[in-house]
């Protein structure tokens, strides 16, 4: 996938925010990969902070509107994994900085 429409599905990804900690999920770390097959399909592979979160579906649901936005999405899966483990290692320095969070 070019480098041009990755940059554009992370951007779209950005207005995604974690409803519990009001910041983006590309800045929390929780987006692990996202690719565009041949269909149109966006597949993200994405993480929670935490098992069992609350607003998993609420989230997935954001996830999908806002790569509907997108003119080369045509439809979009979101898999949720557990593995590797989320930490705030993942996180961006804006993120850090945001939640007070020493880097």
């Known amino acids: 996938m070019e480098e041009a429409l990755q940059e554009n599905l992370l951007g779209a990804l950005e207005n995604v925010i974690d409803p519990e900690l009001g910041i ?3 800045n929390l770390g929780l ?3 996202v690719d565009l097959n041949e269909e149109g399909t966006a597949i993200v592979t994405m993480t929670l902070t ?10 997935e649901q954001d996830v999908k509107r806002a790569l509907a936005d997108l003119p080369e999405v045509k439809d979009t899966e979101v898999n949720i994994v557990w593995s590797p483990p989320w930490s705030k ?5 804006y993120a850090k900085i945001a939640l007070g969070i020493p880097d």
């Open 24 to 26: 983006d999920i590309v």
């Open 31 to 33: 987006v692990y990969g």
């Open 50 to 59: 935490a098992m069992g979160c609350p607003l998993a579906a609420h989230i």
């Open 89 to 93: 290692d993942r996180m961006s320095r």
